[in-house]
């Protein structure tokens, strides 16, 4: 009967393994038919995007030493590493399970037993003695129960990196995206107090004109309404830099108005965001978005968290022994008659639980399948995300285009409709709407370029922002 038990558990042990290897690499719906090209390429070159410092294509070396800044302090990416760190520790403490567990303990014992236990009354036995020992327990990993929980450690682990790389590569954008709106509400700012200056010249001009008998004193009014108007909108404008600065700050790990030197416009440069931009193919992304990465290899931890259920259902196999000395004087403590010593090989099995292993088994399985769902999504949003950037940035370039004729046209409407209401040519209403016009267009002009460049950076971190997930191989 034990020669027939032994042989079933070998042909057991040998069998199960490769029916959860088959089931782990099995097909369990990830999506297969990611498209051969992006819908818009114009503009754009096939190459994989493989730059990892994208943000020096702008060309500004203030932008290039906040991210400088931020990649040193910010806390949210520190804390990113430290679970790398714990990641790695949980790895080796899995890893430690091959090795045996050895136990040192030394000691003195007195034992009174008493005589009155037994039907008949005995006298009572007292005893001394030292003792010392070393122990050791190790299971031994017949069917693989270790290995697949190293496994699972190790896709943990890979998946924890790609998501310290996710952090990298969205707090390098973050950064871009904040300077880009600092530029762009200090540039309307600029706008607004360049219109204000030229508004209030015309308000001049309007109320000596009226002062003069030549024009009426709702000239006056309308001029002071539009130089009003334009100058309430200078302390939201102030406010949204101020706010944006706060960002930076906290982004590069400071408190506010720890980044004043910023409000230096005079040290700007200007951004250059007409550049052709590598995307290669959407099959890239598979390499080079940390995200898609990390729920890559979170399916593979959560396959060999599903290999770790199915493996309960087989035996361990556990031996267990001791070797020390025991003796009632210390002279005699390292005499051979004094050594003790235990071996205990144990071979367990549950045979019945109440199918708490089905139901872990059933629990695994889902979370796999929700592992997979996650993965499936974040594929189509990086697609998404990637034409999504294209069609923006191909579209604020047009709009860039357009606005700058229209600024320059509303620039030459307005010189012209103001030297003729001076020479007394034209009423104040076509000076009155070629300001508007003038104002208008200008301020969605700076709108537009900074637009052009938030749909550069959000392209780059689409992309995957020069990251590569061999990377996380390098670092093994």
């Not at 034990?2 to 959860?20: C, D, G």
């Not at 008998?213 to 309404?225: F, M």
């Not at 099995?349 to 139901?359: C, E, K, L, P």
């Not at 370039?397 to 020479?423: G, H, K, N, Q």
Request: aromatic share 8%.
């Amino acid at each position: 009967m034990k020669t027939s038990l032994t042989v079933s558990i070998l042909l057991l042990a040998s069998w199960f393994p490769n029916v959860l290897h088959a089931q782990q690499t099995a097909h369990y719906g990830i999506a297969s038919d990611t498209p051969s090209r992006w819908q818009a390429e114009t503009g754009f070159t096939q190459d994989p995007q493989k730059d990892a410092f994208w943000w020096k294509k702008f060309n500004d070396p203030l932008l290039d030493s906040l991210i400088s800044l931020g990649l040193e302090r910010n806390y949210n990416l520190a804390m990113a590493a430290r679970r790398i760190e714990i990641a790695r520790q949980t790895l080796r403490s899995a890893r430690s399970a091959y090795y045996p567990s050895l136990n040192l303990s030394a000691g003195w014992n007195k034992i009174r037993n008493s005589g009155n236990t037994t039907a008949r009354s005995l006298p009572e036995t007292t005893m001394d003695y030292f003792s010392g020992s070393v122990s050791a327990s190790w299971e031994i990993d017949l069917f693989g129960k270790i290995t697949a929980r190293v496994r699972q450690s190790k896709e943990a682990l890979k998946a924890t990196r790609a998501e310290t790389a996710g952090v990298m590569v969205s707090l390098c954008s973050e950064i871009a995206s904040a300077y880009i709106q600092l530029r762009m509400y200090q540039n309307e700012l600029s706008v607004a107090k360049e219109q204000l200056v030229s508004q209030n010249r015309v308000f001049d001009a309007a109320k000596s004109r009226h002062e003069a008998g030549l024009a009426s004193k709702l000239d006056v009014a309308q001029a002071a309404v539009i130089a009003h108007s334009t100058e309430a909108m200078i302390p939201g404008l102030e406010a949204s830099v101020e706010s944006s600065l706060n960002s930076l700050a906290m982004l590069t790990g400071g408190f506010p108005g720890s980044l004043t030197a910023l409000t230096d416009t005079a040290a700007y440069h200007h951004l250059d965001f007409q550049q052709i931009v590598s995307v290669g193919v959407p099959l890239d992304l598979l390499r080079r978005r940390p995200d898609l990465v990390q729920a890559e290899f979170t399916i593979a931890s959560s396959a060999a968290a599903l290999g770790m259920t199915k493996k309960d259902y087989l035996p361990s196999l556990t031996i267990e022994g001791s070797i020390g000395f025991a003796s009632h004087s210390l002279k005699d403590f390292g005499k051979k008659e004094s050594l003790q010593w235990s071996v205990a090989p144990t071979l367990s099995w549950n045979i019945f639980d109440g199918f708490a292993r089905r139901a872990a088994v059933i629990t695994a399985r889902e979370n796999m399948q929700n592992s997979v769902d996650s993965y499936n999504l974040t594929l189509l949003s990086a697609v998404q995300e990637v034409n999504d950037a294209m069609a923006s940035y191909t579209s604020s370039l047009r709009a860039i285009d357009s606005y700058t004729r229209v600024v320059d046209d509303a620039r030459e409407a307005f010189t012209l409709a103001f030297d003729l209401y001076r020479d007394g040519l034209s009423d104040f209403t076509n000076v009155a709407d070629a300001q508007i016009s003038l104002l208008q267009y200008a301020d969605r002009l700076v709108t537009a370029r900074a637009d052009a460049a938030l749909a550069l950076v959000t392209l780059y971190r689409a992309l995957g922002g020069g990251w590569d997930i061999d990377s996380i191989y390098d670092n093994k």
